[in-house]
Each structure stands twice: as structure tokens, then as C-alpha cells.
């Protein structure tokens, strides 16, 4: 559950630390008072996109906490594949805006993405408000409901699966089915490209190859010029000994002279390890044979230019190149055999489409039976709010195949009887629409494992005996899990095991809001408050008493 809630510098709300508990919680406040911020605020803990205009004016960042406590098994498995640690099944949600800079979030101290924050929120709060019971009125929407109330996700992953396949082999059917005289050119076009490149005789590494033989070759008189020179200093010529002899005369002198003094045995060590060395570098250069063919610089330059030509329309490496050249072989064996590759593919493509059919006719047979189910449940609701009378139906059209199955699916409504159901949006009122998505969501609530729901002024345009069925549906809906509501109607109210009012006041100019638990009598105080406004009554405060010992 959703144990505690802390914002700061949200909007009007400067710091606000709320402490929340099991059962069904409201909160009530003066419109404009900033409820609907502590539902912003909770969306941006969820990962829902924020706007920097949340933070609250002169201050340079915002942040919003959210520690959810009694984890469920399934979550915590969610928490490890994301690596996310693990802290006494509990979870603490941290997410800071800036006006200037990233915006960051963390995830028990340890730093997180949105998506992983919108990959967890669907295991920990339901959010129900009234944008959502417009979501009633988009079709496109309701086979979602079905999905979800019949646990078609798996099914319908498997089709969706299928008709992905389906999709890829009918592209490839048609890249297939192109005009002989198209074909014929590509292959003319495919036949040339091959052999210029394997007319080439392309390896890889060659350009660097020949670049390094190009500088050699330009360089040549410099290398051929210092390696004679070398030779003549190590070995000497006819007017002069070389080093090989200096350094043989000084190893001799030492030799001669450490019989005396044997401190002279390590510089001669030294002398003979420098004459050795010295010995195989002079061998290593008289068997070098430092001749380079000035012509052959021509032949180096002829090649380079012809893969850089290459180059330019095959690929800027070899690899590349040969990668190309690769590619063309398979697309000209494939136009050469495309008969046969056409008639593997028709092959492949009707045996995934009937594949295909017969996961969407399961679809559409499970979706049907949920469908009665699901009319049966959510009428039973609707007459428990107040709606009896309400003919609530699942129509189901069959269509071709789609990316979510054969199905059309759609909700029809008839809230007055004799009429024939109709869509939603064209008899349902904003009342009717908040009852219709309670009575929708509770039959869904029970095919869920998400332990707090988050009800946002749900009973808009509702009044009287329909606010008292409103509040104990919320109220039996909470008996197995957090339900926490923003309501302005004291009938639900006077419901709630807890109650939290948001009030706002000015101080020295700037606009602060605070949240605050109520006890007994602050209860009847708001609840009063609700029924009559500010100038409250004796006759009110007996009427919201009465209205509280009632529950």
C-alpha cells in the first residue's frame, strides 16, 4: 500500500508530509484548495510526464516521494529483474524536477529511468478519474476491459505474435511478386555490381596495406640512405674501425685492467652485453635487403585510387564491400529462385494465417463468454448504484483480422427502458458515466493485484441516494485493499475510515497548502463544512454527525 506521501515545492504546496493507512481514506478541501496537485503529484512518482510549471514559483527544483510498504510476491520478482534493490518489502520512489537540468528518479536510492517508474506503477496504484470515465466513451478502449477481465493477455500476445509473422511474410510475398521487366533489371544491375567487386579481388586490411607500401615506397631513398649509414658506424670502413671494434678494444682494456681493480667486472659485463646486442643489429642489417622499385609506386597509386572508386559506391571499408557484395549474391539467388522462394513463402504465409484464425477465433469465443460475464457483473453494480434500470451491453462484431484479433467491440447502453442500447457517448451523463466506470472498474478491481486504488472526484454530477450507494461501494472495495478518494460530497465523506482535508492560505503574499489528518470532531467540522459552505450551523454540524455515526 501506499504508506506515505511527501511533496515539496509542488505548485502551492511547499512541503506536505502525509501519513496514510489500509481502508478508505478521502480527501476533501475548498475547490482550488490542491487536491488535484497531490494526484499530480502521485502521477509523477508513477512516471507519468511532468511539466516543469509544477515547480512552485522561485524555487529552482521540486520533488515528490512515495513509500509503498507490504509488497506483493509478484512485485518483488518485478523489482529483482530490474535490479532495483530490495528493502523490507517496502519501496521508496523518489523523483526530482528541475527547471534547469535533468529531471532524475530513484528507486530505493539507486538510480532509475521513467520507464522503468511507468514498468512498476500498474503493480502499485490505480488512478480512476473522471478523464478516465471519458475513456468509456472511446470504443477503441473497451476490449481492453474484456482483455483484462477474461486475462486474454497471454492469448492475445501469442496472436499477436502470429499476425506480426503473418504481416512480414506478406511483405516479403509482394518484394517477391514484382513485373518481369523490373526483375530483369535488377538482375542485370545485381550481375554487374558482383563482378565489379569480385573483378577486384577486394581482402581486407589491403588499403592499409598499401597505404603503409605507398609511404615506404616515397621514402625509399631515406631508408635505403640511413641503413648504410648504420652499417658503416657499427662495422667501419676502409678509413675508419667501427663501433663493433671500439666497443671489442674496450671490453679487452677492462678485461685486462679488472685483474686489478674488480670493481671493473660489472661496466665490463655491461660493454660485452652492448657489443653482443650491437653484433646482431649489424646482422640483422647486412641480411636486409633495402632495394624498393620506384615504379612499383605507380602500381601501389593505380590500386588505391580503384578501391577508393570502390569504395565510394560499395562501402568505405572492404569488409564493407565484401558485405555488399555478399548482400547482391543473396538477393540475385533469391530473384533467380524466386519461384520456388515464392512458393516457400506461400506456403509459410497460409500456414500462419490459418495460425493466425484460429488464435483470433479463440480470442473472439473467450471474449464473448467473458462479455456475458462481464454484463452480468456490471449490471449487478449499477443496480447496487442506484442504476437498476440500466441495460448495459457487449456488442461484439466480427472484422477481418486486426492487431488485436477479428473483434469489434464496443459498450451500448440503454439507461432508460424500451430504448435500444446505444454508445455511450450518446445517452450517457456526466453521473451516469462516473457510476458507469465505479460499477466497470470494481468488476475489474478483482482481476488485478494492484493493492491501492486512487479514486479522483469519481462522483461528479452524482447527488443523494446514488452518493450514499458511491460511498459504499468504495467503502466494500476497500475492505481488501487502500482506497483512497478525493471526493466533495459528504455523504462519501461521512463514509471513510480516514480523512485528510487540504486547505490553502495566504501568508505574506504567496499562497501555501497543507494536508491535515481530521479526528472525531474535525470530521464533523469538514463534513459540515461540505454540506452548508463556510457559515456552518448548528443544524449542520447535527446532520453531519448524525451522518458519521450512521457508518
Known amino acids: 500500500m501506499l504508506a506515505q506521501l511527501f511533496i515539496n515545492n509542488i505548485a502551492v504546496i511547499e512541503r506536505a508530509s502525509i501519513d496514510l493507512d489500509q481502508g478508505f481514506t478521502v480527501l476533501t478541501g475548498e475547490t482550488g484548495a490542491g487536491k488535484s496537485i497531490i494526484i499530480d503529484a502521485i502521477h509523477a512518482v508513477l512516471g507519468e510526464r511532468t511539466s516543469k510549471e509544477l515547480v512552485r514559483t522561485g524555487e529552482p527544483a521540486a520533488s515528490v516521494s512515495a513509500l509503498f510498504t507490504g509488497l506483493s510476491q509478484d ?18 520512489i523518489q ?7 535533468k529531471s532524475t528518479c530513484k528507486l530505493n536510492g539507486a538510480p532509475a529511468t521513467v520507464s522503468m517508474l511507468k514498468t512498476i506503477a500498474p503493480r502499485l496504484v490505480g488512478i480512476h478519474g473522471q478523464h478516465e470515465s471519458y475513456e468509456l466513451l472511446s470504443p477503441e478502449l473497451h476490449m481492453n476491459y474484456i482483455d483484462s477481465f477474461a486475462r486474454l493477455e497471454s492469448l492475445l ?29 535488377r538482375m542485370d544491375l545485381l550481375r554487374y555490381q558482383i563482378d565489379e567487386i569480385e573483378g577486384a579481388g577486394i581482402t ?75 653484433e646482431d643489429a649489424s646482422s640483422l642489417l647486412h641480411g636486409l635487403a633495402v632495394d624498393f622499385d620506384p615504379s612499383a609506386l605507380d602500381g601501389i597509386e593505380e590500386r588505391l ?14 569488409e564493407q564491400m565484401l558485405q555488399y557484395l555478399a548482400d547482391c549474391q543473396e538477393e540475385l539467388h533469391k530473384i533467380e529462385f524466386s519461384d520456388e522462394e515464392r512458393e516457400k513463402l506461400r506456403e509459410a504465409y497460409e500456414e500462419e494465417k490459418r495460425r493466425a484464425i484460429a488464435l483470433a477465433k479463440e480470442l473472439s469465443e473467450k471474449r464473448k463468454a467473458a462479455g456475458e460475464r462481464f454484463v452480468g457483473q456490471v449490471k449487478s453494480e449499477l443496480a447496487f448504484l442506484n442504476m437498476p434500470g440500466v441495460e448495459f451491453v457487449v456488442e461484439i462484431e466480427r472484422i477481418p483480422l486486426t492487431p488485436t484479433g477479428c473483434d469489434k467491440l464496443q459498450f ?66 476497500s475492505q481488501n485493499r487502500q482506497v483512497l478518494c478525493i471526493t466533495h460530497l459528504p455523504q462519501i465523506a461521512a ?6 482535508r487540504i486547505s490553502k492560505h495566504v501568508v505574506k503574499g504567496r499562497t501555501f497548502t497543507q494536508v491535515d489528518p481530521l479526528d472525531w470532531e474535525g470530521r464533523k467540522q469538514e ?11 448548528q443544524l449542520q454540524l447535527d446532520m453531519a454527525e448524525e451522518m458519521l455515526k450512521k457508518t
Open 204 to 278: 581486407p586490411g589491403e588499403r592499409e596495406t598499401l597505404t603503409q607500401n605507398r609511404e615506404l615506397v616515397r621514402n625509399s631513398e631515406k631508408v635505403s640512405t640511413a641503413v648504410e649509414q648504420v652499417k658503416a658506424l657499427l662495422s667501419g670502413d676502409e678509413d675508419s674501425s667501427g663501433t663493433l671494434s671500439d666497443i671489442s678494444q674496450a671490453a679487452g682494456e677492462l678485461e685486462r685492467a679488472s685483474a686489478y681493480l674488480p670493481q671493473l667486472e660489472e661496466p665490463l659485463q655491461k660493454l660485452r652485453e652492448a657489443g653482443f646486442l650491437l
Open 527 to 537: 463534513v459540515a463544512r461540505i454540506i452548508g459552505g463556510e457559515d456552518i450551523t
Open 75 to 92: 512485485t518483488l520478482e518485478l523489482l529483482s529483474s530490474l535490479s532495483v534493490p530490495e528493502e523490507d518489502n517496502s519501496l521508496l
Open 305 to 318: 585510387d580503384q578501391l577508393y572508386r570502390l569504395g565510394l559506391k560499395y562501402g568505405e571499408t572492404e
Open 495 to 500: 463514509m471513510a475510515d480516514h480523512h485528510l
Open 95 to 101: 523523483r526530482n524536477i528541475r527547471l534547469e537540468g
Open 157 to 185: 500476445e501469442r496472436y499477436q505474435a502470429s499476425y506480426r509473422h503473418l504481416r512480414e511474410l506478406q511483405r516479403e510475398l509482394r518484394a517477391l511478386n514484382t513485373d518481369e521487366g523490373e526483375k530483369t533489371r
Open 412 to 477: 451500448l447502453v440503454s439507461a432508460n427502458k424500451g430504448e435500444p442500447p446505444k454508445p455511450l457517448s450518446k445517452i450517457a451523463s456526466g453521473g451516469e458515466l462516473s457510476r458507469i466506470m465505479l460499477a466497470v472498474k470494481t468488476v475489474l478491481s478483482g482481476r488485478d493485484k494492484v493493492d491501492t486504488l486512487i479514486f479522483d472526484e469519481v462522483d461528479a454530477g452524482v447527488s443523494g441516494a446514488a452518493a450514499n450507494k458511491i460511498g459504499e461501494k468504495l467503502r466494500q472495495v
